[in-house]
């Protein structure tokens, strides 16, 4: 797109030097060149008009893609044995593809196990990096801890992830594809 920009920029400037110069043989040069400048900082500007709006939309994109990927894990290393439904189902919320499937046909059986052992885990989010991303897709990376209760450890034990999350935008939304225990 940039090259686009500026190879529509020069071809009015190169009219325009034909101009100047022809100006310049009748003695009319002062106004012609004050044009060519007037004409030169307006493309300048634009270009660089075009250059901040498309790295705010960046930003903003590599914002949303860490606070769905941070509330994906989050929602996935906090889970409560009490309202182990409505947990579940945060995690579904924020799922799409492999990832949803995979949850979703180990949700009963994590629901017996979680309320037999009377698990509660409270996660949290250390740090998060997109390792890629674009318009479609994206590749997170981070790091979670989480603090484990249940019948065997009712003092709780601290459980550390590292984690690779993919995201990809659907119905206006940022969704977790596919998470990935790494490292």
Known sequence: ??????????RPLRRLWAVLL???RRGRALPTGLAVVATVLAAASGWLGVQWYERNETDQRHEDILTAARQSALNFTSLDYRHYDRDSKNVLNGATGDFKKQFTAQTAQL???VTANKSVSEGQVLDAGIAR??????RVLLVADSKVTNSAAPQGTARNYRLQLDLVFEDGRWLTSNVEFVG
Do not use: G, P, Q, Y
């Open 1 to 10: 797109m940039t090259h686009t920009l500026v190879a529509r920029a020069t």
């Open 22 to 24: 022809r100006a310049a």
């Open 111 to 113: 629901t017996k196990l």
């Open 133 to 138: 991303a674009d318009e479609r897709s994206a």
